[in-house]
């Protein structure tokens, strides 16, 4: 019964595949598994976008949406019509060609990447060897949908805004790559099933999740921080901060363009909460032994979510980072911890079990944390906080 | 004909394009990009004759071709930077007013 | 010669051409984009997923952007007095036309000494991994020892000069 529940989704593909003819029944599988795909995540999206007006409604006392059905929920309905209805302007000047196929490029590469993600037992797409590899590459090229939609709206803001976007999503891609290298090294494959089914075990009830070792718990924080990054959310948002750049690089598209737009953006914050949830915090895999009763899919889904919270709470915390900030950070801090981590996570694996290991590698991490946080902090001569009054 | 044959007239004629490429535009940074077909022509050329060839399973084909892959990478970076380098010297990309060194 | 074949190989020259043909520098860069992702599905086709996906993620990621930031930053958009082609061009494409000539003549003469097909050969990474850390460590090390040089002389040679070296 709790097996049925698990493969639910599965059985009733297979079921359905099953009144086919045999040389049909593979193709339609998949597209069967594409269609749930592209239902599913755009249905999260909207769930997401209104968690989230909700959640910084609140964040800043105040009440998110409110007046469409009861507490706001049919909010991104109404949000969708109205994209959908208004008026498509694209500037004279505009380059269309380019103009067009920029968001349409986004939306593509972006759904590509849940291919390889395991979204619960048997439920990933595709079981690739090179899985994380083929993830990481499709992430690489949503940069240039972005520089495309900002060159082709021939608009200074736009351009600016485009640039700005693709140094920063250029310079985090490389700490998100060696934060994932760390889990790579200690799985031994580069496939996310392997990573998933590694992680899937249980010492005295408690999970074998990355997340609970020195090193796993420094990948991780390292790995949030690229992705908030990589997604151009806030604080890493100066990109499309509207208070800078009127709307970065999307400011000359409207209507069912810029609704594209934001759905790329956020899938492709659901996309990289998987991977995270995949590579640190055990996939579909139960926090605890006993729970293992729940689906999996379940696991998978709750914690993704939950990722998506923490973005949303990032948000309506913490101030905007400008750029040479953000470029900082990246290059000096950031690129740093990641490589030591590396460090750490070998010292890990040849220290053998034990407790001892537990100490140095922890010892190892705060005190590079610790350094090159307050180097770092020292270089900068802080003013005493001055007052300049209207007069 | 052979699959490999395909694989290889496919490689010859992006080799060829990018040659052309590299040889009759004006701006050096379509240079660059010819030069890069070229590259990524014979990195075509390697993993067909990895894949149709005897003894796949020793990867030397394939292990060619990402080195191969490393080093265009390191190769268009320098590159690109002298052309930016150059740029704000002359304040030109255009190859055929660069001829100070002419005679 | 199976169908994907010609459809992928019609998209990776119909994006050369275009890449070495237009006259928006930009629209160049974007269409090299594309015939880099049809190489990479080329490779992908021939097997040989772990050079696939480092293509996309090199050459697309990296590469066409890097390009792409040249062309910004020496104003190779704005639209050029004269012709895009070089005074001497006609002679440069009889080059290239002849050397696509020797490389078919080649190919096509030679297909009795060339391989037949193999079986489709089963390559995992990690055989790649054990590879690269076995036989192949030097030229590894070598790589990122050239990756580095050209990093650091990247940036040396595209650095604002100083005030005074001027």
Known sequence: MIEKADQIFVILSHWLVSFLPVWLQQPVHVLLSVVAIIVTFPALFAITVLLERKGLGRMQNRYGPNRVGPYGIFQPVADG??????????????????????????????????????????????????????????????????????????NKYSLLGAMRAVAQ??????????????????????????????????????????????????????????????????????????SELVAGYFTEYSGFKFALFFLGEYVGMLAISGLGTTLFLGGYSAPLQI???????????GKVMMSMCVFIWLRGTLPRLRQDQLMNFAWKFVLPLTLLNLVVAALWRFMGDGWLRWVVCSAILLLAYTVMGRLGMRQKHIAPRSYRYAE | ????????????????????????????????????????????????????????????????????????????????????????????TDLDQMNRMKG | MSIVFYVLAGLTVAGALAAVALKNTVHCALALTVAFAGLALLFLELDAQFAGFAQILIYIGAVAILVVFAILLTRGSETPKDTVYSNKWLLGLVTAAAVFAVLGWAVLHSTEALPHETAKPAVTVMDIGNALMGRYVLPLEIVALLLTAALIGAVIVAMHEKEGAR
């Open chain 1, 81 to 154: 019509i109205k994209s959908l209805t208004k008026e498509d302007i694209v500037p004279t000047s505009a380059d269309a060609v380019v103009h067009f196929l920029a968001p349409v490029f986004l939306v593509v590469v972006v759904f590509m990447g849940y291919a390889v993600l395991p979204m619960g037992r048997n439920m990933t797409l595709v079981n690739m060897d090179a899985g994380l590899l083929f993830f990481f590459a499709i992430g690489a090229s949503t940069e240039l949908s972005v520089f495309m939609a900002g060159w082709s709206s021939r």
């Open chain 1, 169 to 242: 999503m250029i310079s985090y891609e490389i700490p998100l790559l060696m934060s994932s290298v760390a889990v790579v090294m200690m799985t031994g494959s580069l496939s996310p099933n392997k990573i998933v089914d590694v992680q899937n075990q249980y010492t005295w009830g408690l999970p074998h999740w990355y997340i609970f070792t020195p090193w796993g718990l420094a990948a991780f924080l390292l790995f949030c921080v690229a992705a908030t990054a990589e997604t151009n959310r806030s604080p890493f948002d100066l990109p499309e901060g509207e």
């Open chain 1, 291 to 301: 729970l293992n009763w729940v689906p999996s899919w379940c696991w998978f889904f």
């Open chain 2, 1 to 92: 004909m052979t699959p490999l044959t395909g694989y290889l007239l496919v490689a010859a004629l992006l080799f060829a394009i990018g040659l052309a490429g590299a040889l009759t535009r004006r701006n050096a940074i379509l240079v660059l990009i010819g030069i890069e077909l070229m590259l990524n022509a014979a990195n075509l050329n390697l993993i067909a004759f990895w894949r149709y060839g005897p003894h796949p399973e020793a990867l030397t084909g394939m292990m060619f071709a990402i080195f191969s892959i490393a080093v265009a990478a390191a190769e268009a970076a320098v590159g690109l930077g002298l052309v930016i380098q150059i740029y704000r010297h002359t304040r030109t």
